[in-house]
């Protein structure tokens, strides 16, 4: 395997405050990062002091978006134990994404290898407050600088970590959310199903104008306006009287973690879990005749985000009275305390 060096900062920062992490505010003292040449393999692989990136400037990623990152997280458990959340799933992700953006995914055990060192490295950045972890962003760019329009022969692949708490400032509380029927974040053929930094450039202004409006997140609907996809940057769950539905992967919907998780936790309950495709028009329906219960979203740095509301066509639907409902915080509870280590780990979610 590609040999790692560690360089040490000389200048360690001083930790910010447990109570006030935020998300994705906070940067460790060390990175990681390893560099890829067509022909030469995998080089330079180091942990090394948290700094800017030195970049060609005609760099495919600037130029043809050549990005892909991918979300995980590590824990400090109350035993002390320092453990990852399903890093295998965060790679294979991560290599089917290289795969489609025409990217070099690192060799699995220079994956595993450089996250465990970096961890090391910045062992103590792990928080260990209520609702606290450390948020991993491993990130692919294509470095070869060259205008041709053509795949990078270069990767560079980088690991930064950031101390965070609850994603959302208000804690869990249901989100508003906006279905949009204007923009979409993808398409069937298009990037949807794997973490490429330009499905989130696609993002940015429906997520804009929906908080304009007063609205947390965007209910993304598919090409036809119709079919459900994802809420924000997660997948979305349904509850009704009968059967718990979130959308069939459909090739523009990114398969989450999370989601993978709720699912498996769904079927150990006995719980009628069904991935099918659902329209806004049905989910509509089912709030008007009471059969809609609950809604929320899944994804690494929230677990779950409950719905309050829904906005359609001019009109605000409520959902459970706005309040978050018992399944909701039922799976919630039941993964961060695996994730905590305060409760036993059936699935083998914990390394
Ligand atoms: N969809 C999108 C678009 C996302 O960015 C995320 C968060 N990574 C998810 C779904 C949820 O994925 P995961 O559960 O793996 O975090």
């Known amino acids: 395997m590609t040999k790692i060096n560690t ?59 050549q990005a892909l990152f991918e979300g995980m997280k590590a824990f400090r458990q109350d035993s002390g134990e320092i453990v990852f959340f399903r890093p295998e799933f965060n790679y294979d992700r991560l290599c089917e994404g290289a795969a489609r953006l ?5 060799p ?19 928080p260990n407050g209520p609702n606290t972890s450390l948020y991993i962003r491993p990130t692919l760019i294509g470095s070869e600088g060259f205008l041709g329009v053509r795949p ?3 990767t560079i692949f980088f690991i930064i970590l950031s101390p965070v708490g609850s994603y959302y400032a208000e804690g869990a509380k ?3 959310i ?18 490429a930094g330009a499905n989130y450039a696609s993002s940015l202004k429906a997520a804009l104008a929906a908080r304009q409006k007063g609205y947390a997140q965007v209910l993304w609907l598919d090409v036809e306006h119709q079919g459900i996809e994802e809420v924000g940057t997660m997948n979305v769950f349904f509850v009704m009287d009968k059967e ?7 090739g523009s919907i990114l398969a989450g973690g999370t989601r993978g998780s709720v699912i498996q936790y769904l079927k150990s309950k006995n719980l009628p879990i069904v991935e099918r495709k659902i329209t806004i028009t049905e989910v509509i329906e089912k709030i008007k005749s009471g059969e809609l219960k609950e809604a929320f979203g899944t994804g690494t740095a929230a677990v779950v985000s409950p719905i309050g509301v829904i906005h359609y066509q001019g009109k605000d639907w409520d959902i459970n009275k706005g309040e978050t409902g ?26």
């Open 7 to 65: 360089t040490l900062t000389k200048n360690p920062k001083n930790l910010p405050p447990s109570d006030k992490l935020g998300f994705g505010q906070y940067f460790t003292d060390h990175m990681f990062v390893a560099k890829y040449r067509e022909g030469q393999g995998w080089y330079d692989a180091e942990i090394l002091p948290y700094s800017p990136l030195a970049l060609d400037p005609a760099a495919s990623v600037f130029h043809y978006g």
């Open 102 to 106: 025409c990217l070099e995914a690192p």
């Open 108 to 126: 699995k055990e220079l994956f595993m290898e450089g996250l465990k060192k970096l961890v090391e490295a910045d062992e103590r950045w792990i």
């Open 152 to 154: 990078s022969h270069e």
């Open 174 to 176: 249901p989100v508003r």
């Open 178 to 195: 906006w279905a949009e029927e204007t923009y979409l974040r993808a398409a069937p053929g298009g990037l949807g199903a794997v973490k």
């Open 244 to 250: 718990i539905v979130t959308p069939a992967l459909n």
């Open 326 to 351: 018992p399944l909701s915080t039922q799976i919630f509870t039941e993964i961060t305390s695996i994730q905590r280590g305060t409760k036993a780990d059936p699935f083998n979610w914990i390394t």
